[in-house]
């Protein structure tokens, strides 16, 4: 019905930066929250940041001030700008997107497949 493909992750050394992108595509009446969460090894999945669709946004504690979201309303695509990365960020960082359906107009959370992430020391 609705499908997020992810891209961007890939190895980076520590300070680097990685821009990851995640577009929504299918039967979209429209989108609501988009954000980005991220499940480390050993760790729960945890939320990273998320923005609305009026472009407020939220960051966890760990990333505020080295992560930015965004997103593009007209490409259904919400974006995680990554600077200053460190060995902790390593994770999978799957995107979500709170989306009513052009098919039944309930809304759903979607989910994209993850991407990896791996920062160097």
């Known amino acids: 019905q609705v499908l997020l493909v992810e891209s961007g992750g890939g190895l980076v050394q520590a300070g680097g930066s990685l821009r990851l992108s995640c577009a929504a595509s299918?039967?979209?009446?429209?989108?609501?929250?988009m954000g980005w969460y991220r499940q480390a090894p050993g760790k729960q999945r945890e939320l990273v940041a998320a923005i609305t669709s009026g472009g407020n946004t939220n960051y966890a504690d760990s990333v505020k001030g080295r992560f930015a979201i965004s997103r593009d309303n007209a490409k259904n695509t919400v974006y995680l700008q990554m600077n200053s990365l460190k060995p902790e960020d390593t994770a999978v960082y799957y995107c979500?997107?709170?989306?009513?359906?052009?098919?039944?107009?309930?809304?759903?959370?979607?989910w994209g497949q993850g991407t990896q992430v791996t920062v160097s020391s």
């Open positions: 299918g039967s979209i009446f429209r989108i609501n929250d």
């Open positions: 979500y997107s709170e989306t009513m359906s052009g098919l039944d107009f309930k809304t759903y959370d979607y």
